[in-house]
């Protein structure tokens, strides 16, 4: 059985985890919910959405989480219903901070009087969990990006180009999933100031600190997100640099290599009269042309500097 529930006084907290359908159907005959929500609740969503209703309100947000096999950042839905008498969430069970505290909730008398006073300070405390557990997500993308710094020069660029095309996905997710919060968070602070589910001054000090949190990782998204466009093309660039150093030396040889093919068939046309080749030490002689030709040449190009 996916549904769980948390009693206390005040209210009943229902957690639903991987919801079939018939689970949302009785939860809508039950509260009442409007058919689009019990779709929302159904399908997986791409962006947030708040909606509120005359007994409750409607939240779907999406969070990050990383697939250790993939090394892809991915997203996750979770729905919440807040009412002044009940708190429904439901996810896929792939957000371990929250899958956390509703067990110690469950389990913990002391957890229980401190979480779940009113349906709005336990959202408060689920999306602040949520909110910190994108900070470790944040620091490994920033650790992977000082690694590909320092390794930038190093030559390996088959491994580098690799590693910066999954962090510059793994960023380009993580914006897409956070890119619609604060927004989202704004408005839900309005409806719940408004319909009283809090005072005024505790939705300044609980929900404007969640709007503050998002912008914070937006700023720091978006940092990552210049360093790592601007590794990028230094890499790019160090490539190319090093493409036309290789094709510079290649020419070179190539020159160096067409005039002495250029020496050795003039002497091998055996036209009468042709210098050296009626010589008895012509072999060698013609190869110490070759060799005077190639040496010749080799110290032009390292006098303009072509060579280096």
Known sequence: MSLKEIKTKNFCWLNIANASSQEIDSLREKYNFHPLDRDDCLKVGQRPKIEKYPDYIFLVLLFPIYNKTTREIEPTEIDFFVSRNYFISV??????????????????????????????????????????HCYPMLDHVSIDIRNIEKQIFKGQAKKIIQDVLIIRRNITDFRKIMQAHKNTLKKLADIIKDDGYLGPGEVNIYYNNLIE?????????????????ALHKTHETLISFRLNDIMKNFTTISVIIFSMTLVATTFGIGARNTPLVQHPWSFWLIIGVLIIVASSMWQFFRTKKWLQ
């Open 91 to 132: 996810h896929d069970n792939r957000l371990s901070p929250f899958c956390e505290l509703f067990e110690l909730c469950q389990y913990n008398d002391q957890a229980r009087e401190k979480y779940l006073k009113k349906p709005a300070l336990l959202l408060y405390e689920i999306l602040d969990k949520l909110l910190s």
């Open 213 to 229: 949190q998002t912008k914070e990782i937006w700023d720091h998204l978006e940092s990552y997100k210049e360093s790592i466009e």
